[in-house]
């Protein structure tokens, strides 16, 4: 073999990817043409660059689908888990800018007026974005009681004009009727409209207390669900099912705290619950993605 053809040997793997001059190509295809050797070796190259290896039957191409596969599960997770936090960072905001603020009553704050329809009509004041309206019935004094309340929130204050709020209470004039404005703060419940023989007996509406049970039932699934890892910390399968479940209690009270702070009390209850399931729910799958891309992390760390 001449020195010709060791500088061809060289050059070969450039030729076979086309990677050459246009002068060095001519030169190489040239001595291909003369060169048995070297033209065999061409060959050769060539073949093993064209060469694609069957998925089914090469093993060695599994591992590079496993590691494309768990990289796209990875990238997956990551978009879930962002989108996730994001949704619960914005409920929490929308749920405490739009937690209602009770109005105490004063002079200003509404008006009452006998409809010719014989209804009565109650008007706010503008400050006034809200309001709910409550309806008993007292069968030994035959009277249509009715407690209102009216409130704002941080959302209306400051992106919301809706106007003034008004409410039509329909009265057939068969049975007496009282209104009552239910200040909400503690203070007893003021007589706006009605006989006023029984005001000494207005009443107080008090907040329900409805969260501090739904957070004790939290608390108390947590400790038994650590207690029961404790126990079966070598049974791997039933931990796995534990250390999902055990997260749902955790995502409960983190959401209550961030809804309500360490407040247990609710005059808009049905309101608060439902944020704080949905907050929850967010969070608790917010925290099942995150511990998946953790393990992830420590995985690839350790491999």
């Given at each position: 073999?001449?020195?010709k053809?060791?500088?061809?040997k ?5 030729y076979?990817e086309?990677?050459v001059?246009v ?7 040239e001595?291909?043409e003369?060169?048995v050797?070297c033209?065999?070796?061409f060959?050769r190259m060539?073949?093993?660059?064209n060469?694609?290896?069957?998925a089914?039957?090469d093993?060695?191409i599994i ?14 997770q990551t ?6 936090l ?15 603020k009770?109005?105490p ?10 409809s010719p ?5 109650i008007?706010?004041?503008s ?6 309206c409550n ?8 009277t249509?009681i ?5 409130w ?5 204050v400051?992106s ?6 008004n409410m039509?209470?329909?009265f ?6 009282q209104?009552f ?7 007893e ?6 006989p006023?023989?029984n005001?000494e ?8 207390l409805?969260?501090?049970p739904?957070?004790?039932?939290a608390f108390l699934?947590l ?6 890892r ?13 250390d999902?479940?055990i ?9 209550q ?6 407040s ?8 608060d ?5 949905l ?8 925290m099942?993605?995150?511990?998946s891309?953790?393990k ?7 491999g």
């Amino acid at each position: 073999m001449g020195d010709k053809c060791n500088l061809i040997k060289d050059i070969l793997p450039l030729y076979v990817e086309d990677m050459v001059s246009v002068d060095t190509c001519e030169f190489v295809s040239e001595h291909l043409e003369h060169c048995v050797e070297c033209r065999a070796e061409f060959e050769r190259m060539r073949k093993a660059a064209n060469f694609i290896p069957d998925a089914d039957t090469d093993t060695d191409i599994i591992p590079l689908k496993r590691v494309k596969r768990d990289l796209f599960v990875k990238r997956l997770q990551t978009i879930c888990f962002t989108a996730i936090l994001v949704c619960a960072i914005v409920t929490i905001i929308f749920g405490v800018l739009t937690s209602p603020k009770f109005f105490p009553f004063s002079d200003n704050l509404l008006k009452v007026i006998d409809s010719p329809d014989g209804s009565v009509t109650i008007t706010f004041d503008s400050k006034v974005t809200g309001y709910s309206c409550n309806e008993v019935f007292d069968d030994e004094a035959e009277t249509e009681i009715y407690r209102i309340n009216a409130w704002t929130t941080t959302w209306d204050v400051y992106s919301s004009n809706r106007g003034k709020q008004n409410m039509v209470i329909p009265f057939d004039r068969e049975t007496e009727i009282q209104i009552f404005y239910a200040q909400n703060d503690g203070s007893e419940d003021v007589l706006i409209y009605g006989p006023n023989e029984n005001t000494e007996e207005n009443g107080i509406t008090l907040p329900r207390l409805i969260l501090m049970p739904y957070f004790l039932l939290a608390f108390l699934a947590l400790v038994i669900f650590v207690i029961l890892r404790v126990l079966l910390r070598n049974k791997r399968a039933i931990i796995v099912w534990i250390d999902r479940a055990i997260s749902f209690p955790i995502s409960y009270m983190a959401a209550q705290l961030c809804i309500k702070g360490f407040s247990f009390t609710t005059y808009s209850s049905q309101r608060d619950f439902c944020i704080i399931i949905l907050v929850a729910t967010l969070l608790y799958f917010a925290m099942l993605t995150g511990k998946s891309l953790y393990k992830a992390k420590l995985n690839t760390l350790r491999g």
